[in-house]
C-alpha cells in the first residue's frame, strides 16, 4: 500500500500538463510580464548583509570543567596562546579543527553558536561564558573551545548577489504570508455556523454504527449527494448567502480548520472568501505520509492564481516546490513523491535561475528574504532546462572570494544535493571541483571531503 502511494502522481495534472489549468497560466503569464518589468525600474543600489560569522578554531577536550576554565582563562587572558593550550592539553585532546566557519545563533535569551566545516553536520555550541574572541561550553566530561580570527561580523553582499536578492523581494513581497496572523478568541464562535445548520436543515446519520464497511460507504456517499445537493438549492437565497459569509467571518478570526464550511463557500461565495478562508489556518503533518500541508498550500496557490494574487500564489508555489511545510515526523522514504513543479515557474518565464540562486542566498535575518534549503533546491535544479547554466553559477559562486564564507558554503550544499540527485554517473563533479580549486578555504575544503564520503556511501 505504501509503495502504490509513493509511486503515484502527487498531484492530478491538467491537459496543459500542470497543475494549474491553462487559462490560469495565460493569466499568470501576464502577471509575471509586469512583475519582470517592475523588476527592471526598481531601485539598484539597495545594500544587503550576510549573516553574522567569522572563521576560527574548535577543540574538544575530556576534562573536568574546573581544569577546562583554568585552561580557558590561560587563553583568553594571553598567558596562552592556542597552539601552546593544544600542546599543554595534548592528552586530553579529542578533536580539534583549525579552520571552521562559526554562525552566531545568539537571541535576546541564549548565547550559541553553529560550527561549520568539522563534521557532517553543523556543531551546535551552546555558550555558557565569552571573552573577546573566546568561548567556551562544558557538557558530560567535555570541555569544547572556540577561537575567533576576528569579531562577528554581517558582511556586505556584492552588488551582483545583491540583485538576486532583490529579484526574489520583487518577485515574492517579504510582508506577504500565506497563512495570516490572528488574535485567537479564548472560544471558537459557532452561532452562524450552528444557523447554516439549521437551515440546511439536514440530518447526518449515524454512519458510525453501520457495521458492513461496504454499506456504511454507500451512505455516506448518499448523505453527501444529499448534503450538497440542498447546499446548491438554498446558494441564491440571500439570507442563506449572509449567513455563510458570516459564519466564515467568525471561522477566520478564530482560525477554524472546517472542510464543510470550505465546501459551502466555494459554491456560495467568491473565491477571494475562500482563499481568505485558508489563509486563516496552518495545516501541521501527523507524519511522513501526510499529504495535507501541501494539498492545502496546492489548494492556495490555485486560489490566489484564480484570484490575481501573485504574491500568495508565488510563495504558496515555492513552499511546495521547497517542501516548506512542518511535519511532526518526517522520514526520508517519504521525500521522492513530492515533487517540484518547477516546470510551470519556467512555462511562465520567470527567470528561475535567478529565483533559484536567489532564494539560496542568506542574509541577515532582520531582512525578511524568502530562503529555501539548499537539499530541496538542488533536487528542483535536476529538473531544470538550464542545468549547464545552473553549474557553471554555484561553481562560480562557491570560488568566489567576494562571497561571504557560509554562503559559499550553502552554495556547496546545493551544489552537493543536486550532484546527488542526479545519481552516481554524476559523482565525479564533486571530484572535479576539489580538483579546479585547490585553493579554496580549509573549511570548504573539509566539507567537499565529506560530501565525497557520503557519495561513496562511507559515512
Known amino acids: 500500500m505504501i509503495l502504490w502511494m509513493l509511486m503515484a502522481q502527487e498531484f492530478e495534472l491538467h491537459e496543459n500538463g500542470f497543475i494549474y489549468d491553462a487559462p490560469t497560466m495565460m493569466a499568470l503569464q501576464a502577471i509575471v510580464a509586469s512583475e519582470q518589468e517592475a523588476f527592471e525600474a526598481c531601485e539598484q543600489d ?37 597552539n601552546s593550550m593544544i600542546e599543554e592539553n595534548r592528552f586530553a585532546l579529542i578533536q580539534i579543527y583549525s579552520d571552521v566557519l562559526l554562525l552566531d545563533e545568539s537571541s535576546e535569551t541564549s548565547s550559541a553558536l553553529s560550527i561549520i566545516g568539522a563534521l557532517a553536520e553543523s556543531v551546535y555550541f551552546e555558550v555558557q561564558e565569552s571573552r573577546g574572541l573566546h568561548f567556551w561550553s562544558y557538557n558530560a566530561g567535555i570541555f569544547k573551545i572556540v577561537e575567533l580570527n576576528r569579531p562577528f561580523v554581517n558582511p556586505v553582499m556584492h552588488e551582483k548577489y545583491g540583485r538576486l536578492i532583490q529579484y526574489v523581494d520583487c518577485m515574492v513581497d517579504p510582508e506577504t504570508a500565506i497563512i495570516m496572523t490572528r488574535s485567537l478568541p479564548s472560544t471558537p464562535i459557532t452561532l452562524a455556523r450552528e444557523q447554516l445548520g439549521q437551515m440546511i436543515g439536514l440530518i447526518r ?31 441564491d437565497d440571500q ?32 473565491s477571494e472568501s475562500l482563499l481568505q478562508l485558508k489563509r486563516s489556518y496552518q495545516v501541521i503533518g501527523g507524519c511522513s505520509m501526510d499529504t495535507r500541508p501541501r494539498t492545502h498550500a496546492l ?19 515555492l513552499d511546495i516546490m521547497n517542501d516548506n511545510f512542518d511535519r511532526m515526523s518526517d522520514g526520508s522514504y517519504a521525500w521522492g513523491p513530492r515533487q517540484t513543479y518547477l516546470a510551470e515557474l519556467e512555462y511562465l518565464d520567470i527567470h528561475v535561475l535567478d529565483l533559484i540562486l536567489g532564494t539560496n542566498l542568506s542574509i541577515d535575518s532582520k531582512n525578511h528574504h524568502y530562503t529555501a534549503s539548499p ?10 532546462m538550464d ?15 567576494q562571497l561571504d564564507p557560509w554562503n559559499r558554503v550553502r552554495f556547496l550544499y546545493l551544489y552537493g544535493s543536486y ?5 552516481s554517473d554524476s559523482f565525479g563533479l564533486i571530484e572535479d571541483l576539489k580538483d579546479r580549486f585547490d585553493t579554496l578555504p580549509h573549511y570548504l575544503q573539509s566539507l567537499i571531503s565529506i560530501l565525497q564520503k557520503e557519495l561513496a556511501g562511507e559515512m
Not at 54 to 76: C, H, I, K, P, V
Not at 301 to 315: G, M
Not at 387 to 401: C, G, M, P, W, Y
Not at 419 to 423: M, P, S
Open 46 to 82: 539597495l545594500v544587503f548583509r550576510g549573516r553574522s560569522q567569522s572563521l576560527g578554531r574548535y577543540a574538544e577536550f575530556q576534562m573536568t570543567e574546573e581544569d577546562g576554565r583554568a585552561m580557558f582563562d590561560r587563553l583568553s587572558s594571553g598567558q596562552s596562546d592556542w
Open 205 to 235: 446519520p449515524n454512519l458510525e454504527a453501520i457495521a458492513d464497511h461496504n454499506l456504511r460507504r454507500e451512505k455516506a456517499a448518499a448523505w453527501q449527494e444529499r448534503f450538497w445537493a440542498r447546499v446548491d438549492e438554498l446558494s
Open 239 to 270: 439570507a442563506f448567502t449572509a449567513l455563510v459569509a458570516q459564519a466564515c467571518a467568525e471561522a477566520i478570526a478564530s482560525g477554524l480548520d472546517d472542510e464543510t464550511l470550505e465546501g459551502i463557500v466555494a459554491r456560495t461565495l467568491p
Open 299 to 317: 489548494e492556495i496557490a490555485k486560489l490566489a492564481a484564480q484570484t490575481r494574487k501573485w504574491d500568495i500564489f508565488l510563495r504558496a508555489h
Open 375 to 384: 537539499g530541496r533546491l538542488g533536487r528542483t535544479m535536476t529538473e531544470s
Open 387 to 401: 542545468r549547464q547554466l545552473f553549474e557553471t553559477h554555484v561553481v562560480s559562486a562557491i570560488n568566489d572570494k
Open 419 to 423: 550532484v546527488f540527485q542526479l545519481g
